[in-house]
């Protein structure tokens, strides 16, 4: 397998990095507070995150594929 340094990359290559959020931010676009990402993080129940040294980020996508597989039809639905 051949490893690509950025000495390595083409001049004109576009590299699109993902939005991270943290938890701050996670927290007022769900209108939740940073205790609930928190325990829901612990919990396994919130969207998944990446852990940078002590800082906890989540992708933008994660989160949109979190909100998306949360969707109900109606209150009664079962969960997965």
Same mark, same amino acid.
């Given at each position: 397998m051949q490893t690509t340094t950025l000495s390595q990359t083409p001049p004109n290559t576009?590299? /699109?990095?993902? @939005?991270l959020l943290?938890?701050? +931010?996670? $927290? +007022?676009?769900?209108?939740?507070? /940073?205790a !609930?990402? +928190?325990? $829901? @993080? !612990?919990a396994g129940?919130?969207?998944?995150?990446?852990k940078l040294g002590r800082h906890v980020r989540y992708r933008a996508e994660d989160v949109l594929a979190w909100i998306e597989e949360n969707s109900r039809t109606c209150s009664g639905e079962a969960t997965a």
């Open positions: 576009v590299v /699109t990095l993902p @939005r943290t938890q701050k +931010e996670l $927290a +007022e676009y769900l209108n939740k507070s /940073t !609930w990402c +928190e325990r $829901a @993080r !612990w129940d919130g969207p998944r995150f990446i």
